[in-house]
């Protein structure tokens, strides 16, 4: 069936491209217009897994008259965000993106993305991202001091505003109150829901009729988020000095604008474009890796009881007993000390824990790119404008390198499975040029934070409680994650 797809995309191909034959992988067809494309809106994640599964490791579609490439395998993934990247840009949903995000690391490209990226990349060095692990453990432990056993909460809003005061803190050097952390969610889910309908079908009319309700929550929601961040940038330039011996992320943006003079000198718009996108994308990706995470291990007691009994060997038991005057809300059993970087050679298993949960539900779950020039990939010519998919979400479920990949098994990092598994059959972080700058950072954040909380808090999922997946710009829950806390016994 797919071979005779196959030779009849083949043969319209050859009847309107001057008789020039193009030999296109199988992929799905279909009789009705847009089956496809409402299925892929529907159940995006499913809809690829199928796709994969049925038609291997490359295959094509059609969305419209757009053509569309499933990669599936990790060699062909790197030579397209590593070895031939510059014959690539960034796919439609980035540009969509720009609408919040501007010209900011994510969304950039060419001389200017390169420039960008060598002021930002010291903020994210090894020896600084070191330096951060105090503030993410004092906030960290900070949260879990105003819980209390028993309670319900959603631990994906815990989880939001948890690591959006500790990029605010640590890499901007900027505090954000409380009422905005739990704001910043919900404004990022309703830019994520608005750039979603923008993608679909006829979605650009959406943009030239500004009274309908999606055009004004999207506004609303950016006007919030624009606020956040020029806060920071205000609070900033107020102390900026000649003398200051401040090294956060935006002393050195407003450093870099103040001394880069002429046609490169970057503009108020530029450094709120990069004060964004930081903020937001070095939050998001690793509130949902923990919330993932939570959700595993609720689902997983076996793994959570080893991922304990690692952290009562790291973390030691004091024989300090707490007495009735401590606060009220603090675990009166805690006897485990706080974590600290130096820690983090020795909670190899807690690591592994956070790798697991981000190969079954990574953060940015696809990536997208569309071909420059026409492109040579296993026999096939990919045309110029053709867009590009590979998502990790698809690729990390591939049994070829992770048997059972359903399963939650930390247990499968070991130091030789790493070491024999290609590149990109995991890549939860992108990679190449355009990879996550702050992936030291969530490594050591996730770990950490992670490390923090179970020290004394296990947490019970609701079972009335739907669990589904929201795949927008990141893989979100869809009806966040209810938990109950329950306080560790010793």
Known sequence: MASQENWNRTSLASSSSSARSIKYPPGPTSIFPNKLLHEFINNPTQTLMTITNEYGEISHFKFGRQHVYILNNPDYIENVLVKDYKNFKKSRGLQVS?????????????????????????????????KYGGIVTEYAEGMCMNWNDGE?????????????????????GSDIKSTEGSQVGDDLLTCAEYFNRLLMPFGELIEKIPILPINKGFKQAKKRLDMIVFNMIKEHRDNQTEDSQKTDLLYTLLDAQDSDAGINRMTDTQLRDEVMTIFLAGHETTANALTWTFYLL?????????????????????????????NKNEPKSQRLRIPTVDDLPKLEYTEKVVREAMRLYPPAWTLGRQAINDYNLDGYVIQAKSIILMSQYVMHRNPKYFPEPELFYPERWTRESKSQLPRFCYFPFGGGIRGCIGEALAWMEGTLILATVCRH???VHDPSHKVELKPLITLRPKYGMKMELKLKKY
């Not at 319900?152 to 948890?162: E, G």
């Open 152 to 172: 319900n909460l959603d631990i994906h809003k815990s989880m939001v505003n948890l690591t959006s005061a500790i990029i605010s803190k640590a890499v901007l």
């Open 98 to 130: 720009k609408r919040l995000l501007g010209e900011g690391l994510v969304t950039s490209e060419g001389d200017y993305h390169d420039r960008q990226r060598r002021i930002i990349q010291p903020a994210f060095l090894p020896n600084r991202v070191k």
């Open 298 to 326: 609720s689902q997983y007691p076996t793994v959570e009881a080893k991922l304990y009994e690692e952290l009562k060997l790291v973390l030691g038991i004091s024989n300090e007993i707490q007495n009735d005057n401590t």
């Open 457 to 459: 808090w296990r947490m």
